[in-house]
């Protein structure tokens, strides 16, 4: 077999580059800015902090809200600002793969308020929003299990590939991004579009999670860089 | 935990559920062919106390830029409170969008619609194919409800003629089919304390922590998946699931092949 050359010279199980960085905005409690590739995502948390309207309280514990948008400029052609049926779906799965990594019992009665704001769109938008809001959940000093890490992967003439770029979402059996607590070795976000085996399915998982395991490094590190810095470890 | 999870979490430790079902088991599924006369095609499914009916019309609208020689597919949803007194009226939230949009994906991916088939003159008119689900009772499980129901309508879909000179459709139905060439079909997990539920019920879904919803097609192969609700699962359970969907996928393929 011929192996795959991929068209930004990538080894196969390797991500594009990745870049990370904390506490980005002033205002908010917690932020993050996160670019793979060409993708850049922005996050920024606010709370646990009262929840308005009241019906919405939970009596006994936080609720998690979470809103995703892609910038009018963020691609090609213009997106129309507002909600669309894409970004509310995605809003709902992104906060159910970070529920799982959260104490929310710890703080009844409120709210956790998450946005993720895409600045530029080249693939793997609601991944990349996924590793910068887990990212901002934590410099917000909001107690988690675990950071969620999050990565596509896929197959391509026979090659399974991981963190696909624009180009190569056209040319995949399967998009299957996944969201994953490394240390609890726990899924939290599964979705999938194409078609392929049970087989390679398994081992497009596998591959995701490995990358999980790089991206994972590479957001310790970011806090540590704010974090040590104002004298905590 | 509230009394209802922890009798459903202990019955399902002796692979008991409350309605009887083992855990692998669906309800009972019935299918009705053409319940909408005016639609080009239509299904009404049952799962259980779960209703829904799918209807298919078609449009001619211009192609997306990106794919002039492609027709399109939609899959709509609206939760109308004639369901179920928890739902609104109201344009569709995340809960109804979700459910087009897992059962939009079952179909799109397995590509059984063979869209360029459906265009009528490239780059600006081809046919637009639009799925309608109205679910009727919700008792749970309205992903597999819906799923099946617009496979079903899908497959008995006729192609309506269209008058090229007066750029409109005549809504009489011809003696084509809508050009399918796969049978999707999505199987739902619920997931509870740890263990896989086929088909859960409105009680089911109350207490679980979150479901996976696979989709699969006639070679096998999955070509769908989505995971709801705030739950985290591991590897194994993932595995596991994938393998009963195929096998459900299949018996409830044969259903829906007798009910034509």
Redesign the interface.
């Known amino acids: 077999m011929t192996t795959y050359k991929r068209n930004d010279g990538r080894k196969l199980d390797e991500t594009r580059p990745i870049k990370m960085k904390v506490g980005v905005l002033k205002h908010a409690d917690g932020s993050a800015l996160v670019s793979i590739g060409k993708t850049v995502a922005l996050a920024a948390v606010y709370g646990p902090r009262e929840l308005n309207p009241r019906h919405m309280q939970e009596s006994d514990r936080a609720i998690l809200q979470c809103n995703y948008t892609m910038a009018p400029f963020s691609t090609k052609e213009r997106v129309r600002p507002g909600p669309s ?2 970004s ?2 995605i ?3 992104t ?2 793969a970070l ?2 990594a959260l104490f929310l019992k710890d703080f009844p009665k409120t709210t956790i308020d998450l946005y993720i704001v895409i600045l530029q769109a080249n693939a793997g938008t609601r991944t990349a929003g996924i590793n910068a809001a887990s990212l901002a959940l934590a410099d917000a000093g909001i107690q988690m299990r675990d950071l969620v890490t999050s990565i596509a992967a896929g197959k391509i003439e026979g090659h399974y590939v991981i963190d696909l770029n624009g180009e190569e979402e056209e040319l995949t059996d399967c998009d ?1 991004p996944i969201a994953y ?1 490394p240390r ?15 087989e390679d ?2 081992n497009v ?2 591959l995701a ?1 490995k990358g999980c395991e790089t991206l994972y490094e590479h957001q310790r590190k970011a806090l540590l860089e704010k974090w040590s810095k104002e004298g905590f470890e | 935990m509230n009394i209802q999870t922890s009798y459903i979490i202990s019955h399902l430790s002796k692979g008991m559920r409350l309605d009887g079902r083992k855990p692998d088991e669906h309800r009972k599924i019935e299918i009705e062919i053409g319940p909408i006369e005016q639609a080009e095609g239509s299904a009404r499914v049952k799962l259980g106390g779960t209703e829904v009916i799918a209807g298919v019309k078609l449009e001619v609208k211009e192609p997306f830029s990106d794919t002039p020689n492609e027709g399109v597919l939609m899959v709509n949803t609206e939760l109308s409170p004639v369901a179920s007194p928890e739902f609104e009226l109201g344009p569709p ?2 809960t109804a ?2 459910l ?2 897992i059962v939009d ?1 079952g179909i ?4 059984c619609i063979n869209t360029e088939k459906l265009c009528i003159k490239v780059g600006e008119k081809v046919w637009m194919v639009m799925v309608d689900i109205q679910p009727l009772s919700h008792e749970g499980n309205l992903i597999d409800a819906s799923g099946i129901a617009a496979i079903a309508a899908l497959m008995t879909a006729k192609m309506v003629k269209y008058d090229e000179a007066g750029d409109k459709v005549i809504y009489e139905k011809t003696d084509e089919s809508v050009p399918l060439d796969d049978i999707p079909v999505p199987v739902t997990f619920g997931i509870i304390d740890g263990k896989l539920i086929v088909d859960p019920t409105l009680e089911e879904e109350e207490s679980m922590d ?1 479901r ?1 919803t696979i989709t699969t ?1 006639e070679a ?16 194994e359970l ?2 596991q699931a ?2 009963m969907s ?1 096998k459900k996928g299949k018996e409830i393929r044969e259903l829906i092949r007798q009910s034509l």
């Open positions: 049926r894409r509310t779906e809003s709902k799965v906060r159910e529920e799982p299957l607590m609890e070795k726990k899924f939290t976000l599964i979705q999938m579009d194409g078609k392929i085996t049970k399915m398994k998982i596998k999670v | 939230r995340e969008i979700e087009a949009r994906r799109r991916e397995s590509h979150g996976l097609n096998g192969d999955v070509c769908a998946m989505q995971k709801g609700g705030a739950c985290s699962l591991t590897f993932i595995e994938a393998e195929i």
